[in-house]
């Protein structure tokens, strides 16, 4: 049972203008979201995360939504640029756990 | 600083082979991890080091050990590979203090073939 959801497995946006990447949970007992980017070949990088207390955070052109209720976030990539273009994880972690639990990952294309 | 190390980056291996793979962080982190992802799939965790002398099964522990070596350094071994082992494996590793808000900063992988 997958606990943490990206349905979308790709994603096209033209360079400069919103990418908007989601991200569903089933866990009510994860309480700290990450969201991890992956270029080929290489490990993943963090990027940007929030804790259950807050219901946004800001990184520059990153912006992360957590919405409780409807267990769901989604990470704001504005504007968006050629080298965005990778594979986004979201990943979410229960409370004093170690475990992070991943999402299947979304496929990032910035058109230039 | 080098962040996380990881060797071999690439390894072929027959069916019933062993071998260690090697993690390496120069961060002066407490909590270290090992993780596989398959294609199409998130990453899983393999098993865990809270703090060094102590280690934990993830989701997928079985057919894999792990040794924490010291502070700086935890290994993944397979004692007799196996053709579902194929994998690409990444190592983390996590600051010190509770695990509350720690972010994991991964390794470049190390590619495994098992034929």
């Known amino acids: 049972d997958q606990q943490v959801k990206q349905n979308s497995p790709s994603l096209s946006v033209q360079e400069g203008r919103i990418s908007i990447l989601n991200c569903d949970y089933t866990?009510?007992?994860?309480?700290?979201f990450l969201w991890y980017k992956k270029y080929p070949a290489e490990g993943p990088t963090f990027l940007i995360s929030?804790?259950?207390?807050?219901d946004k955070n800001e990184d520059g052109r990153f912006t992360v939504f957590l919405n409780k209720s409807a267990k769901h976030l989604s990470l704001h990539i504005v504007p968006s640029q050629p080298g965005d273009s990778a594979v986004y994880f979201c990943?979410?972690?229960?409370?004093?756990?170690?475990?992070?639990?991943f999402g299947k990952g979304t496929k990032l294309s910035v058109i230039p | 600083n080098a962040g996380v190390t990881q060797t071999p980056k690439f390894q072929v291996l027959k069916t019933g082979q062993s071998m260690t793979l090697q993690c390496a962080q120069d961060?002066?982190?407490?909590?270290m991890y090992w993780y596989r992802q398959d294609p199409g799939m998130g990453l899983r965790l393999i098993y865990y080091?809270?703090?060094?002398?102590?280690?934990d099964k993830g989701e997928v522990p079985n057919g894999y050990n792990v040794s924490r070596l010291n502070k700086r350094e935890f290994s993944l071994r397979l004692e007799s590979a196996a053709p579902s082992q194929t994998s690409v494996y990444f190592c983390?590793?996590?600051?010190?203090?509770?695990?509350?808000?720690?972010?994991?900063?991964f390794g470049p992988g190390t590619r495994l073939l098992v034929l």
């Open positions: 866990n009510s007992m994860f309480d700290y």
């Open positions: 983390a590793s996590s600051g010190g203090g509770t695990a509350a808000q720690e972010t994991q900063y």
């Open positions: 080091s809270a703090s060094e002398g102590t280690t």
């Open positions: 990943a979410a972690r229960g409370a004093g756990s170690y475990q992070l639990t």
């Open positions: 929030i804790s259950s207390i807050k």
């Open positions: 961060m002066n982190h407490n909590s």
